[in-house]
């Protein structure tokens, strides 16, 4: 084998990435600049999530980075006072980033590329790490979701899959605030041009609107779900819905409806917000009291940081659910705040009435919400909607509770597809301009 020595004062050559990793960095750097989030403010949602990865692995420190070309930048920093970005050096965010799946140091003391890093030989002196990629719908990652601790620990296998899950929970996030940034941008544009431009903002409302609602519902064993929203004058509203499995069996289930305050983008931004901290919430302590419990420290922590002079009111109603399905039924338990009372529609065609109570979300320092749990059995229907269905006008006439559950009196026994076709018929009735929007989701068990 040849060698060489050498001279002198005259480094040695610098390694060279192959041409394929600098077009691949190249590219991932693209989608960073993508989704205009370097250098923003706090976010309650991301905080919210680095908050939760802490929680979860019991650890002081949970945080969301963005991998720059040359630094890491700390997007939220739970437990990090100070601490806004770091060189992107060998270890931790930039060697997690180069990974497609959760990656995990127990000793970053021990570790030869991360020992060196500024928060493992610094004050802080981080030594266990985890951490789960940022990924793009098109496999860009663009940071990190990561929780640290000063003591040498292993990570467990479902701790990192729930890493992962958070992980890809702020990247919704992100892919709905870059559509709001979006939204924003256009109607703005679309003002400046006026009215030529009129049809491409509705076109761009429309689907952002549709981004704030599951596209399709999923099939929920033993169960049958129907959906429906209509928008009032605005073409972006506030209400929204959400339906999704907690666990791979589908032995849990997450429901949740809503109304947010407000129209338009800045309705969708927050509606994201609660959508996903809720997802969250869900994912980490399905208790729907701690869920509505949670965000309201979200909100609460929202209207701080966003509001001009230090605080913005803004709030929501929501009723937020876990299902349990099984073969002769479904045991639900659900709590509210400022939501409407639930209806279950009976097999032997009796209506039930339940008030769901629990202070409106946002509002009220230190508010507390109660579970309430009830079984729906074959031939049993579920109904929640929000307020603009019995805030509507039929003749020039409020519709309200009472006008509801006399519609309701001859919809016993109806499964959820049939009874919320009753519901649209109903819609369709309202007087016209709406001043709400109008949000239901039917949940029945089949006869």
Request: hydrophobic share 45%; with cysteine; glycine share 10%.
């Amino acid at each position: 084998m040849e060698s060489f020595e050498v001279p002198d004062r005259v480094p040695p050559p610098a390694p060279v990435a192959p041409a394929g990793e600098e077009a691949g960095e190249a590219a991932r750097l693209a989608a960073v600049r993508r989704y205009r989030i370097l250098d923003t403010p706090p976010d309650a949602a991301l905080d919210r999530i680095a908050a939760l990865a802490a929680r979860i692995f019991g650890a002081p420190i949970g945080t969301v980075t963005i991998v720059d070309g040359d630094r890491v930048w700390f997007k939220a920093a739970h437990g990090l006072p100070g601490v806004e970005e770091v060189p992107r050096g060998p270890g931790l965010c930039a060697e997690a980033v180069s990974r497609p799946g959760p990656y995990a140091v127990a000793d970053a003391a021990q570790d030869p590329d991360a020992r060196e890093h500024p928060l493992v030989a610094g004050e802080t002196g981080v030594r266990f790490y985890a951490a789960a990629p940022i990924t793009t719908p098109d496999g860009h990652r663009l940071g990190t979701v990561n929780v640290m601790g000063t003591r040498p620990r292993e990570a467990g296998p479902q701790e990192l899959t729930v890493l992962g899950d958070l992980a890809a929970l702020a990247m919704e996030h992100l892919e709905l605030r870059s559509s709001a940034l979006r939204a924003a941008a256009l109607e703005r544009a679309v003002h400046e041009t006026a009215e030529r431009d009129r049809t491409q903002l509705t076109a761009l409302a429309d689907a952002l609107q549709r981004s704030l609602l599951p596209p399709t519902l999923p099939e929920m064993p033993h169960c049958e779900i129907a959906a429906h929203y209509q928008p009032a004058i605005e073409p972006i509203g506030g209400d929204f819905y959400d339906l999704f499995p907690l666990d791979e069996h589908g032995r849990r289930w997450g429901l949740f409806i809503g109304d947010v305050v407000g129209k338009g983008a800045q309705a969708a931004g927050r509606t994201s917000l609660v959508r996903y901290t809720l997802r969250t919430e869900a994912i980490t302590r399905p208790n729907p009291a701690r869920m509505l419990t949670g965000l309201d420290a979200a909100i609460t922590l929202d209207q701080a940081v966003y509001g001009s002079g230090g605080a913005e009111m803004w709030f929501c109603t929501a009723a937020a659910a876990i299902v349990r399905p099984g073969p002769a039924g479904a045991i639900i338990t659900i709590a509210a705040g400022g939501h409407p009372p639930l209806i279950v529609l009976r097999a032997g065609g009796g209506l039930e009435s339940r008030e769901l109570r629990g202070p409106i979300i946002g509002c009220l320092e230190g508010a507390v919400y109660d579970n309430v749990h009830l079984e729906l059995a074959a031939g049993d229907t579920l109904l929640l909607y929000t307020d603009g269905l019995i805030d509507a006008h039929r003749d020039g006439a409020r519709l309200g509770e009472d006008g509801l559950r006399a519609f309701l009196a001859g919809c016993g026994g109806l499964a959820a597809p049939a009874l919320m076709e009753r519901l649209r018929g109903l819609v369709a009735t309202f007087d016209e301009p709406a001043d709400d929007d109008i949000a239901m989701v039917a949940l029945s068990i089949p006869a």
